[in-house]
T-cell receptor, first 114, second 113 residues
């Protein structure tokens, strides 16, 4: 069975500081990995996806994530936080076996302080 | 291109009632998935439809059902509502499923009194 663990339900950074949101996955088959962002009262917006083409994945809004198979990790980073980055972030995994089901982590709420 | 549209945005029901939620996918998308989001359980997969057939199902009781129409629009029905069904219900669409990125609507907030 697949699972996702996001370390830290709340992360707080200063504007301009590095953002690092942690995600570890468990999958018995090669995974597809995704990061989504959710703003208040909205649905989820796709930030980026890993589909085995490249281990470093660049997404929207300056975010990127690196797939590390040996660590079963897919951490999300952004060099310089902006106030508009304040939101909840979800890491998700699906199997490469054709499952359309996404398994989500519990989410990390990012606060950006001025 | 219009995004995924979910109606209604907010709904208030009482225990024992039933409810139907609607989802219109992005034009051309044939796969529609439904998720339940609650503070305690997070985001949980309900089911996925493709070409009017349920292709995948999560671990929810039979009170939760859905269907998909020939135009790919989907509805989700919950019967005999319980207090624990209060949640944000999210619909997501993709071209054909199969690990393609899913595009989410803004959800329907269901409150059970």
């Amino acid at each position: 069975a697949q699972s996702v663990t996001q370390l830290g339900s709340h992360v707080s950074v200063s504007e301009g500081a590095l953002v690092l949101l942690r995600c570890n996955y468990s999958s018995s088959v090669p995974p597809y990995l995704f990061w989504y962002v959710q703003y208040p009262n909205q649905g989820l917006q796709l930030l980026l996806k890993y589909t085995s083409a490249a281990t470093l994945v660049k997404g929207i809004n300056g975010f990127e994530a690196e797939f590390k198979k040996s660590e079963t990790s897919f951490h999300l980073t952004k060099p310089s936080a902006h106030m508009s980055d304040a939101a909840e972030y979800f890491c998700a995994v699906s199997s490469s076996g054709g499952s359309e089901k996404l398994v989500f982590g519990k989410g990390t709420k990012l606060t950006v302080n001025p | 291109k219009a995004g995924v549209t979910q109606t209604p945005r907010y709904l208030i029901k009482t225990r024992g009632q039933q409810v139907t939620l609607s989802c219109s996918p992005i034009s051309g998308h044939r796969s529609v998935s439904w998720y339940q989001q609650t503070p305690g359980q997070g985001l949980q997969f309900l089911f996925e439809y493709f070409s009017e057939t349920q292709r995948n199902k999560g671990n929810f009781p039979g009170r939760f059902s859905g269907r998909q129409f020939s135009n790919s629009r989907s509805e989700m029905n919950v019967s005999t509502l319980e207090l624990g069904d209060s949640a944000l219900y999210l619909c997501a669409s993709s071209l054909t499923g199969g690990n393609q990125p899913q595009h989410f609507g803004d959800g329907t907030r269901l409150s059970i009194l």
